[in-house]
C-alpha cells in the first residue's frame, strides 16, 4: 500500500492541524495519501506524491491549493435527519416559540447542507414559511459552502427525509437532473451558508441563536481545542438557548457554562 514516509505524514498532519485545528490520525494514512495523489494530479503537481506533500508542508505551493488540501481533507460524511432525537427536540422548542420573535438556528458544521435543509424543512412545518425565522450554516470547506448553497441533492441521499417533505418542500428534477432533488426556493431563502474555521475568530456578522447544531465535529479536536470551540461558538447562544452535539460526543469536564437536559442537549446559562 502507497503511502508517505513517516515524517513527512507527521509533517502534513502538522499542516493540517494548523489551518483548520483538526488533528489527523495514524490510520488516516491511506486516505491522506490517496487525496494528496488526487490534488497533486488536478493542480498539475505531477505523479510524485512524496514530493508534493514535501512542497505542501514548505509553503511551495499556491494560497488556492492549500484551500483545496482544506476541502480535500475535510471530512463531509452527512445526510438528511441524522440523529432524529434532535429534531423532536427541535420542534418542540419551535412550537413554543410561535410568537412575532425571530427563530434563529445554527448549523455549525454544516458540510454539503443536509443538516441545515432538515432544519429548514423542519421549521417550514412547524412555523410556516411567513413566520419570521432564517437558519445559518458554517463550514469550513469552501466547496461544501458552495454545495450547500445551490441544495441540490441525489436522492438516494434523501432517503430519510419524510415523503410529505419531500413533496412539499423539494423539487424532484428531471432530463438532466434526474435521480436529483432541489431545494424549494423558499427553502433557500430563508437558509444562508458562509465559510468560517471554528478555531479561529467566527463572522462578525453572526447574529445570536435560539438553537446551535454542533454535531459529529468534536471528535476531531483535542480536549483543550474542544473547549475553546464550545466557547466561541456559545457566545452566540442566547441565554437558555440550546445546543446540540453529537451522541457520540461529550462535554463534562470541559468546565463550561452549558447544563446538560437530555443526552446531547444542553442549555446555556
Not at 4 to 19: C, D, G, K, P, W
Request: charged share 20%; net charge positive; hydrophobic share 45%.
Amino acid at each position: 500500500m502507497a503511502q508517505l514516509q513517516a515524517a513527512t505524514f507527521a509533517a502534513i498532519t502538522e499542516l493540517f492541524h494548523r489551518v483548520s485545528g483538526i488533528r489527523l490520525v495514524e490510520s488516516k494514512q491511506a486516505l491522506v495519501y490517496g487525496r494528496l495523489q488526487k490534488l497533486a494530479l488536478d493542480h498539475g503537481q505531477g505523479a510524485d506524491v512524496e514530493a508534493f506533500a514535501q512542497r505542501l508542508v514548505r509553503g511551495q505551493v499556491s494560497e488556492a491549493l492549500m484551500v483545496d488540501l482544506v476541502d480535500r481533507l475535510t471530512t463531509n460524511e452527512t445526510y438528511f435527519f441524522r440523529e432524529p432525537q434532535h429534531f423532536d427536540d427541535l420542534r418542540q422548542r419551535a412550537q413554543g416559540a410561535k410568537s412575532a420573535r425571530e427563530f434563529l438556528v445554527w448549523s455549525g458544521a454544516s458540510s454539503s447542507g443536509e443538516e441545515a435543509y432538515s432544519i429548514a424543512m423542519l421549521l417550514a412545518d412547524c412555523l410556516g414559511l411567513n413566520h419570521p425565522w432564517s437558519i445559518w450554516g458554517t463550514d469550513l470547506s469552501t466547496a461544501m459552502v458552495e454545495s450547500a448553497r445551490q441544495g441540490l441533492y441525489s436522492m438516494e441521499r434523501a432517503r430519510n427525509v419524510p415523503a410529505d417533505y419531500l413533496r412539499r418542500f423539494c423539487l424532484k428534477g428531471t432530463q438532466r437532473y434526474e435521480g436529483q432533488l432541489l431545494m424549494a426556493r423558499e427553502l433557500r431563502a430563508k437558509t444562508q451558508f458562509l465559510g468560517a474555521n471554528l478555531m479561529q475568530p467566527l463572522p462578525g456578522n453572526l447574529p445570536a441563536f435560539d438553537v446551535i447544531f454542533l454535531r459529529n465535529v468534536l471528535i476531531y479536536f483535542d480536549a483543550t481545542a474542544k473547549a475553546a470551540i464550545v466557547r466561541r461558538v456559545i457566545e452566540k447562544l442566547k441565554p437558555d438557548g440550546v445546543l446540540y452535539t453529537g451522541h457520540a460526543e461529550s462535554l463534562t469536564g470541559l468546565n463550561l457554562p452549558l447544563q446538560a437536559v437530555a443526552p446531547a442537549i444542553y442549555r446555556h446559562g
